[in-house]
C-alpha cells in the first residue's frame, strides 16, 4: 500500500517526466540531420537507391535496418524514413512491455521516458534502436522463463537473430547472450521454432553477396579512409594516451593523419592493432582505465537511471552473500554488471554509455519488478522519484538552453 506521500511525489515525477520526454523528442528531432553515425545510414540507403542491394551488402550495411528503413525511403528523405523506423521501433518496445502478463505500472513507463529522453540517441537515424530492442526482448524474454517457467520462445529467438545480424556489437554481448543459453537450456526452453529458424535462414541467404566479396556477415562499418594505415583500435588507444598528457581533451579522438604519424615516428608496433591486443599492451594503462571507464559508467549511468543503476549491484551483493554462489535469478544484475565490467575492460578510450542501452533499460525492468512485488521500502522510492524529478527539470532547462528559448 503507498503512503500518501509517496503517491504525491509519484504523480510529481509522471508529469514531469511526461513534459520533460515531449521536450527531448521535439528537440532531437529537429537536430539537423546527417549527424555522427547517421550519414553513414544515410549514404547506405543511397547506395541501396544508386547500385542496388547486391553492391549494398558486398560493401557492409546493416541487412535488417535497411529492410525496415529502405520502403519508407521510397515516400520520404533518407534521415526521416531512419528516424521514422526508430519511433516506430521504441512504440514495439513500449507495446511489448505493455503486453507482458504481469503488466507494468505508470511509474515504469515513466522511468523508460526518462531514460530514453536523456539519452537521445534512440531518436537519431542508426541502427542502435533495433539492435538494442532485439538484445532487450531476448533477455527479458529468458528472464521470464527463469522466474515464471513461461517465456515466448519464438519471440524470443527472432529477436536475437534480427539483434545478430544488426550489429557487430553483438560479438561483445555473446558472454552475456551464452549465459542467457545457460538458463534456457537449464530451463528446458529449447525447441525447434520455425519462425526463427526460417529468419535465419533468410538472413543467411541474404547475406550471401558479403560472404562471397568479404567472408563474413554484411555489418555496417565506419572504415578508414582509403589513405590511413592505422586501425580503429589504434586511433582510440592513441586517443587515451593523448588525453592523459594532455594534448587532446576527453572524449576525443587524434586524426587518421596523426595516427598514420605516430606509427610513422614511433613504429607500427608503437600501437595495438587490436581491441585484444590493447588489452595485454600495457597492462598497467589497462587497469588505470578500467576503473575509470568503471567510475564513468556508474556517475554518467546514474544521471541516465538514478538509483536504478545501484539497486541490481545492491540486490546481487545481498544474493551471492546468501547463496554463497551466482544465481541464475539475478539474470539481470549479472548481466549488467557483466557489460559494464566488459566495456571498461576492453576500450581503453572512453566508453560510450549507448553500448550499454539494452542492460540500462533491462535494469529499469528489474527496479520496476522489486517495486511491484514490495521489496524497496518507500523512503528509497521517494528518494529515487525526488532524484528524478530532479534531473528531469534540469535535463528539460538544459534542452530549452540548447535551442535558444531562453535568448528569445
Not at 539492435?131 to 515466448?152: A, H, Y
Not at 553477396?209 to 572504415?223: E, R
Not at 592493432?273 to 590493447?278: A, F, P, Q
Request: with cysteine; aromatic share 18%.
Amino acid at each position: 500500500m503507498e503512503s500518501k506521500i509517496l503517491k504525491h511525489v509519484k504523480t510529481i515525477f509522471i508529469c514531469c517526466t511526461v513534459l520533460y520526454s515531449m521536450i527531448a523528442v521535439f528537440y532531437f528531432l529537429k537536430k539537423p540531420f546527417g549527424g555522427g553515425d547517421e550519414s553513414l545510414f544515410i549514404s547506405d540507403l543511397e547506395l541501396i537507391n544508386n547500385e542496388g542491394w547486391i553492391a549494398a551488402i558486398k560493401k557492409g550495411i546493416s541487412i535488417p535496418f535497411m529492410a525496415i528503413a529502405y520502403p519508407l525511403s521510397q515516400f520520404m528523405k533518407n534521415y526521416l524514413a531512419l528516424r521514422l523506423v526508430n519511433i516506430l521501433l521504441l512504440a514495439i518496445l513500449f507495446f511489448y512491455f505493455y503486453k507482458q502478463k504481469n503488466n507494468f505500472s505508470g511509474s515504469f513507463y515513466g522511468y523508460l521516458l526518462f531514460f530514453i529522453s536523456t539519452a537521445g540517441y534512440f531518436y537519431l537515424g542508426t541502427n542502435d534502436t533495433l539492435f538494442f530492442v532485439g538484445l532487450i526482448i531476448f533477455i527479458n524474454e529468458v528472464n521470464n522463463l527463469q522466474k515464471e517457467k513461461n517465456w515466448k520462445g519464438t519471440l524470443a529467438f527472432s529477436a536475437l537473430i534480427i539483434a545478430f545480424f544488426t550489429r557487430e556489437l553483438v560479438i561483445v554481448y555473446s558472454p552475456v547472450i551464452i549465459f542467457c543459453f545457460y538458463v534456457i537450456y537449464k530451463e528446458k526452453g529449447f525447441a525447434i521454432l520455425r519462425v526463427p529458424l526460417s529468419l535465419l535462414l533468410l538472413f543467411l541467404v541474404l547475406n550471401i553477396p558479403s560472404f562471397i566479396a568479404n567472408g563474413k556477415i554484411s555489418y555496417d562499418l565506419k572504415a578508414p579512409p582509403a589513405s590511413a594505415k592505422a586501425t580503429w583500435a589504434q586511433r582510440q588507444y592513441l586517443a587515451q594516451l593523448k588525453v592523459n598528457i594532455g594534448e587532446l581533451a576527453n572524449y576525443n579522438h587524434p586524426s587518421w593523419e596523426e595516427t598514420d604519424a605516430y606509427l610513422s615516428k614511433y613504429g607500427e608496433k608503437s600501437l595495438p592493432k587490436g581491441i585484444l591486443g590493447g588489452l595485454f599492451f600495457d597492462i598497467g594503462l589497462t587497469i588505470e582505465e578500467f576503473f575509470k571507464d568503471f567510475y564513468f559508467c556508474i556517475i554518467f549511468g546514474f544521471r541516465q537511471l538514478a538509483f536504478m543503476l545501484l539497486f541490481p549491484f545492491w540486490f546481487l551483493a545481498k544474493d551471492v552473500y546468501r547463496a554463497r554462489k551466482m544465481n541464475t535469478t539475478m539474470l539481470i544484475p549479472i548481466s549488467l554488471i557483466m557489460m559494464m565490467t566488459i566495456f571498461s575492460l576492453i576500450i581503453i578510450s572512453f566508453v560510450e554509455l549507448r553500448w550499454l542501452g539494452p542492460v540500462f533499460i533491462l535494469s529499469i525492468v528489474y527496479y520496476a519488478n522489486l517495486q511491484k512485488r514490495e521489496l524497496i521500502p518507500d523512503r528509497f522510492m521517494i528518494l529515487n522519484y525526488g532524484v528524478l524529478v530532479i534531473m528531469s527539470i534540469y535535463g528539460s532547462f538544459n534542452i530549452i538552453n540548447k535551442m535558444g528559448l531562453f535568448n528569445l
